[in-house]
Nanobody
C-alpha cells in the first residue's frame, strides 16, 4: 500500500503564490508517474502537471505553475504563481505505482483547498 500526503495550499490573494508538496510513502514500489490535479466546484477533476520521465504542464496553467520532484524522497512539488480567483479549487496529488510484486495502483492524496480572493 502507498500513501500520498499533501501539504501546502490555503488562502491567498490574487497575484500571490502557493507551493504544494506531496510525499509518497510505503514499501517495495516504483513511481511510474506523479503529478497534480484540481477540481473546481461543479467541474470534473482536471490534470495540471505530471512527471513520467520528464515534466508536462497543461496549457491552461503553463507559465504560472511549475512542477518539480525529488526522486530520492518520492516527492513532487507544485509551485503556483500569479494565482487567479479561477484557480480556486481542491488540489490533489496523484501517483501511478508499480509494486515489486507486479501489482500496480493509482493513488490520490487527501486533497487540499486553495482559495484565491480577488
Amino acid at each position: 500500500q502507498v500513501q500520498l500526503v499533501e501539504s501546502g495550499g490555503g488562502l491567498v490573494q490574487a497575484g500571490g503564490s502557493l507551493r504544494f508538496s506531496c510525499a509518497a510513502s510505503g514499501s517495495d514500489f516504483s513511481i511510474n508517474a506523479m503529478g497534480w490535479y484540481r477540481q473546481r466546484p461543479g467541474d470534473r477533476r482536471e490534470l495540471l502537471a505530471f512527471f513520467t520521465t520528464s515534466a508536462s504542464v497543461t496549457d491552461s496553467v503553463k507559465g504560472r505553475f511549475t512542477i518539480s520532484r525529488d526522486n530520492a524522497k518520492n516527492m513532487v512539488y507544485l509551485q503556483m504563481n500569479s494565482l487567479k480567483p479561477e484557480d480556486t479549487a481542491v488540489y490533489y496529488c496523484n501517483a501511478q505505482i508499480t509494486f515489486h510484486s507486479g501489482r500496480w495502483g493509482n493513488y490520490w492524496g487527501q486533497g487540499t483547498q486553495v482559495t484565491v480572493s480577488s
